[in-house]
């Protein structure tokens, strides 16, 4: 099993930043890779940013290429996600995910946290 737990959430004002966190425990060796998904009011649940646990491998939405940047301290068990320039259209809860097998980094994931609000205003 493997726990995972985000922080860093919170009320910005577009064009600010914020950064997430996601602490992870129980069988972290076991993972291959860790993701950030967003799910806005009313839609579905989307990706955002993945990155392999030890090669380093990111992955990005369109939607924030450039924006966003995401990283991890292994010795930490850690992930991150800075968020820059941010805008209304990102407010969201912002999930952690862990995924147990190699392949697309935008699918395929074990684990989830229970997630933390972003909330932008223009």
């Known amino acids: 099993q493997v726990q995972l737990v985000e922080s860093g959430g919170g009320l910005a004002q577009a064009g600010d930043s914020l950064r997430l966190s996601c602490a992870a425990s129980?069988?972290?060796?076991?993972?291959?890779?860790m993701g950030w998904f967003r799910q806005a009011a009313g839609k579905e649940r989307e990706f955002v940013a993945a990155?392999?646990?030890?090669?380093?491998?990111?992955a990005y939405a369109d939607s924030v290429k450039g924006r966003f940047t995401i990283s991890r301290d292994n010795a930490k068990n850690t992930m991150y996600l800075q968020m820059n320039s941010l805008k209304p259209e990102d407010t969201a809860i912002y999930y952690c995910?862990?995924?147990?097998?190699?392949?697309?980094?935008?699918?395929?994931?074990?684990?989830w946290g229970q997630g933390t609000q972003v909330t932008v205003s223009s």
């Open positions: 990155i392999r646990r030890i090669a380093g491998l990111t």
């Open positions: 995910a862990a995924s147990l097998r190699l392949g697309d980094l935008s699918r395929g994931y074990d684990y």
């Open positions: 129980g069988r972290t060796f076991s993972i291959y890779g």
